[in-house]
């Protein structure tokens, strides 16, 4: 069952001691229980910025995407260097809030005329700056041919100066299909049944930051320092379960001959 907007702040008002809500005071909350709540937005927002890469956080992009290469899929046009990262976002308030650089992947995989053997391989992530001190000279050289440049297979890809983009270089040739992963920012949650965007056994992390908030603003320093390290060690587990899964041990069963 997912966890509620109302559920956790009266998580936290019992741990402090104060009075709970309903679903028919939620909305008029005022004192601590609106401070209480008010803290659970602003804990949700500090989550998504320490790890924005955790997978409640992913685009749920529709359209013709592959979770083996990506969530997000954007098909390339010969001779076009710039692509919009998110498509249909009007300003950078509205972008995605991450993007893993370091796993852009192409191909020519279901890009239609295109037949095997396919093109499919990750594509190298450079600094913008790497790519003026590299490249820009030579393929600004190859544009100023106009229809005669030689566009070719794109190896790399970078972001532009306002990181609303990204580039690739060589040019493309022809179509291909850019695979990559991006996140969102989290929704503020409003109405008391709105549910958290995590598993219900990672509520803690929220409530743990949430009570650092309230201790804090009470100038409780110690009790404050407590919920700061329940924080971190929580959302350090979560991180670790979610992002970077260890197996505790490993067998071997190859068989040798």
Known sequence: MATTYLDLSNEVLRELNEVVLTSGTFASATGIQSFVKDAINKSLFDIANAEPQLPFFSAGVSGSTDPFYGNVTVPTVAGQRWYTLKDGSSSITSDYAAVDWDDFYITTINVSGESAPFVSQGLRFLTLADWKQYHRDS???????GSDASHGEPFYVFKSPDHRKFGLSPIPDKVYNVHFYAFEKPTALSAFNDTIPMPEQYSNVVTARTRYYVHQFKENIQQAAMAQDDYKKALRSMKSNLINPQPKYMTDDRRYF
């Open 139 to 145: 393929e600004n050289a190859d544009d100023a041919k």
